[in-house]
């Protein structure tokens, strides 16, 4: 590796003598360490033994036991171990669990002997927990995988001295290192997946105003809970009830400290009465010297902890080993379990970060973010930091001027930043920025990794706070409403998604569906199995949705009503147990995956449209389905030649048989900015999943003229913030991976999806006109909606339908819609998603649909069905003339009126669904002359035999 540099997100660092490093004095730091030997013998690396370690000091086992607490306490395994109620990570005995993470961390480490544990490698570990704890800024790269694989990249020698250094090196070395290593990587490296993932489980990431007020006050909560220290709760619901009480000032999110605090306050005292070493010596499983040992133990102790050290020390001159029996001891001891929060349970939740204060300046800059919705982590942290960014007034991007650069905060509020921080060298950095605003080439360079530092002072508290885990509620439904909006306008230059989660069902929703082209439903995921079910709930998905299906106003017919395609999101993030299964298994889950899928599209829908097209002759063929497709969100999808081969063929599969089931065969796919380019979404990947889509095209001779007969494949691109930055940087990369004809086939098909934050109407446009140009339409998270069709009517009330007195409502985080303004403005002026959209995307710009066509299109199967009826009730007229002498009799005595009246409705009505229904706009699509002509040759020839007839019939 030479040390020349590259993109880094990582500022330069001060070296011992207080001056910035070059890559050159890094260079030289590293190279000059000498590989110390491993000891493997001698006194220094006396083997110890899971048997064994308990002769250990207490206070050694507890110091293992608080490292590794330092090292992974951002991992949730860790995290979910650590709380069980055993306390099997805090409870002062290197047991098995113990063991397992300290041989990740040897793992991880590539520390001889795997598996073992010395002196050597216990002091390694204390001294690695000290430098994290010092160094806090340094922890994400210390103890993350990609630094593993970087160094691995080196020749053995090489890779001795980086682990050496990442293991024990001085604070000049790992800073050296820890240089080199982003200079070489930073840009090519992904985020990891969300460390928060779970099967069936879905998170949603918003900061309601509850929440700010909440951040604001966390510094009391320690405060407000003191004055339940020391008190006994016999049962959970006491306790419960206490914490509320002391925390009454809070309202309802006094209900998340609960988890936390009965994690601190649950106490289960340990006693080995008679009655238990009776049931140790009927099972025969614990040896009788062992039982012997310990049947003193008739005192009540206060911890599991306690409990073992006492069985230690009574077993202490027992030959036999003793650690496979503690837990049979454990298991016949009589418990009881209590509540109470002492001081130590009081201070360990005081020093968690996760129950720290943001400061009311940091809370200024991300006031915007308030009621915005993020589906992952990774947005929702990217969001944040773009926020900071513009609270300091670094490096500006986007459009001069705009409401961005209105976010920097103040003078004064920087002083609190710098009081805030009490970190001086970072303050001075970005005070520099804050006061010369444009950046150098060196600052572009510095930011990202001030930023980070910045906001990982106070990231637990707010990703603790924002992270929402909504439940379902199978009776809160989809009520949707288009307020006389009409169906999706007719030129639209490219799709338009908006995606609802399952969370924001209930309240009546007004939607602009004339500018949604599809709407996504993100709710449902799949086990192990491949059985679709709803994320969050458990419940099977398709049996859900069938029951939907059969509801008078499901929102699947309201969508199809106005021509918005219903697509369902098939939503995964944990793949984790994906690498046990063979080829032939992740085959068969994904079959199981599209069989589900198949069911759920070709569900009939049971609204009074279906009831009537399945009792007429080939009405089934246009009975409306439960959807038009599904959008395939594999998130952290692995990236082996095995797993990308299985995806291809499930999507391969799965159009086949949704054609074959006569169901919606759209299948889109969803992925993150930083997955494109890799793995199933690598971009030959994607150039030949729309390929194979060419070679497999539709035989529905009717699918070949409605509005979606193309049929490839959207990518839809979950896009971070700045958008500015990221829909540039998303083209930049398509461009490098494909070229010609194929990139721009690629593009085409590619839909970036944002949040927008009702707010910076000058960059939404800017996004639009951007998308327009270069990819295949627009996304937005969630899709843009109302809940009142009067929601929006002050332009300029930026509270919308996404902060205020509501946002604690999840249909509070939808973006607010105004009623829509004639004629082509700036969206600063018309504040409408819908409107802007309608500006930008439609062709001839702005053009609206007339009223008539609203209403035909909103009604399209009663004026189908209207007309057809009149069609039969006029050839009745004729065949009754020619057949009937009273009906001629009748008609002449009434010169043909009503014949006449009857062929006037049905022009009428013809000529509605000629210019307004989109099956017959597409099919008559240049041939509106022709067909004109013919009308009006056939009336003159009607005029003209009824002008002679009379002439005839006179005397």
Excluded at 576 to 596: F, I, M, P
Aim: proline share 5%; glycine share 6%.
């Amino acid at each position: 590796m030479s040390p020349v540099a590259r993109s880094a997100n990582m500022a330069p660092p001060v070296g011992s003598d207080g001056k910035p490093m070059t890559p050159q004095d890094a260079w030289r730091i590293v190279n000059t360490v000498q590989v110390a030997p491993e000891p493997t013998s001698g006194a220094a690396a006396v083997l110890i033994s899971a048997d064994v370690v308990r002769h250990l000091a207490p206070a050694t086992r507890r110091a293992i036991q608080q490292a590794l607490l330092t090292i992974y306490s951002d991992d949730p395994a860790y995290l979910q171990a650590y709380r069980e109620s055993t306390r099997p990570l805090s409870d002062n005995l290197v047991g098995p669990i113990t063991l397992s993470w300290l041989n990740r961390f040897w793992l991880d480490f590539k520390m001889q002997p795997v598996g073992n544990l010395t002196n050597a490698s216990v002091q390694a570990l204390l001294k690695f927990a000290t430098i994290v704890r010092a160094h806090p800024q340094w922890k994400t790269d210390l103890v993350g995988a990609d630094l593993g694989r970087w160094i691995d990249g080196f020749d053995p020698r090489e890779q001795a001295r980086y682990y050496q250094i990442r293991l024990a090196g001085t604070d000049d070395e790992i800073a050296a290192m820890l240089w080199l290593y982003h200079l070489d990587t930073d840009g090519k490296r992904n985020a990891g997946p969300d460390p928060d993932r779970a099967l069936l489980t879905i998170y949603n990431y918003t900061l309601d105003a509850n929440d700010f007020r909440l951040l604001a006050s966390k510094s009391k909560v320690i405060d407000k809970l003191s004055a339940l220290q020391d008190k006994v709760y016999l049962n959970q619901p006491l306790f419960d009830a206490a914490v509320l009480d002391a925390l009454k000032d809070l309202g309802t999110q006094a209900d998340a400290y609960l988890p936390e605090a009965r994690a601190a306050a649950v106490t289960t005292t340990y006693q080995l009465a008679d009655i238990s070493v009776q049931q140790l010596r009927q099972a025969g499983r614990v040896p009788a010297p062992i039982i012997d040992a310990v049947s003193g133990l008739t005192e009540e102790y206060a911890s599991q902890a306690d409990f073992n050290e006492a069985i230690l020390d009574a077993t202490a001159d027992i030959k036999t080993p003793v650690d496979p029996y503690v837990a049979d001891i454990m298991r016949a001891a009589q418990t009881q379990t209590t509540y109470v929060l002492t001081q130590q349970a009081l201070a360990e939740l005081a020093t968690s970060r996760r129950n720290e204060a943001v400061p009311p300046v940091v809370l200024d800059m991300l006031k915007g973010l308030q009621g915005l919705q993020y589906p992952q982590l990774w947005l929702f942290d990217r969001a944040v930091m773009a926020r900071l960014r513009q609270g300091v007034g670094a490096c500006p991007t986007g459009i001069p001027g705009s409401v961005a650069d209105a976010r920097k905060i103040s003078a004064e509020q920087m002083q609190q930043l710098a009081a805030v921080l009490k970190d001086p060298a970072l303050f001075a950095q970005l005070d520099a920025l804050w006061k010369k605003g444009q950046c150098s080439n060196v600052d572009v360079l510095s930011l990202p990794q001030l930023l980070q530092t910045l906001y990982d002072r106070f990231r637990p508290s707010l990703v603790a706070t924002a992270r929402k885990r909504p439940a379902f509620d199978p009776t809160r439904q989809v009520h949707w409403d288009g307020n006389g909006c009409g169906c999706v306008l007719d030129q639209l230059q490219g799709e338009i998604y908006g995606f609802f989660p399952f969370w924001m069902a209930g309240p009546s929703q007004v939607v602009n569906f004339s500018t949604l082209t599809s709407i996504g439903y993100y709710g449902a995921t799949f086990d192990d199995t491949g059985k679709l079910q709803q994320a969050n709930d458990g419940r099977d998905f398709v049996e859900l949705a069938q029951a939907g299906a059969s509801l008078p106003g499901d929102f699947v017919s309201v969508a199809q009503r106005h021509q918005s395609n219903v697509q369902w999101v098939i939503q995964r993030n944990d793949w984790r147990t994906w690498a046990r299964l063979d080829k032939n298994r992740k085959e068969q889950v994904l079959e199981r995956v599209g069989e589900d899928i198949v069911r759920l599209l070709s569900t009939r829908l049971r609204n009074w449209t279906a009831t009537v097209s399945n009792h007429l002759p080939f009405g089934a063929r246009f009975a409306p389905t439960n959807g038009g497709g599904v959008v395939i969100f594999f998130d952290g999808y692995p990236e082996d030649p095995v797993s990308v081969q299985a995806f291809n063929q499930f999507i391969d599969q799965l159009r086949t048989k949704l054609r074959k089931a006569g169901a919606g065969d759209r299948i889109d796919i969803m992925m993150r900015h930083d997955r494109v380019g890799h793995g199933a979404y690598d971009y030959e990947n994607l150039l030949k999943l729309v390929m194979e889509n060419d070679r497999n095209p539709s035989t529905d001779m009717l699918a070949r003229v409605e509005r979606e007969r193309n049929r490839r494949p959207h990518f839809l691109v979950l896009l971070d913030e700045p958008t500015t930055d990221s829909k540039k940087a998303l083209r930049l990369s398509v461009e490098g991976g494909l070229h010609g004809e194929e990139r721009q086939m690629v593009l085409r098909q590619i839909v970036p999806v944002i949040t927008f934050d009702n707010d910076n109407w000058q960059q939404l446009q800017d996004d639009i006109i951007y998308a327009q140009d270069n990819f295949g339409g627009i996304g937005f998270w969630p899709m843009p909606m109302r809940t009142d069709a009067k929601a929006g009517d002050a332009a300029g009330d930026k509270s919308g339908g996404a902060s205020g007195a509501g946002a604690a409502d999840a249909t509070a985080a939808t973006v607010a819609e105004l009623d829509p303004t004639p004629g082509v403005q700036a969206c600063t002026m018309t504040r409408s998603i819908s409107e802007c959209l309608a500006d930008y995307y439609q062709k001839p710009a702005g053009a609206q649909a007339s009223a008539v066509c609203k209403t035909v299109c909103e009604n399209l199967y009663a004026f189908r069905l209207a007309t057809k009826i009149v069609l039969l009730l006029l050839l009745g007229c004729a065949v009754a003339y020619y057949v009937s002498c009273r009906w001629r009799e009748l008609m002449a005595r009434y010169r043909h009126a009503p014949a006449v009246v009857i062929a006037a409705v049905w022009i009428l009505l013809a000529l509605a669904l000629l210019f307004c229904d989109p099956f017959l706009r597409w099919l008559a699509r240049g041939y509106m002359i022709p067909i004109f002509l013919v009308l009006f040759i056939i009336a003159l020839i009607a005029w003209y035999q009824y002008q002679l007839k009379a002439r005839d019939e006179q005397p």
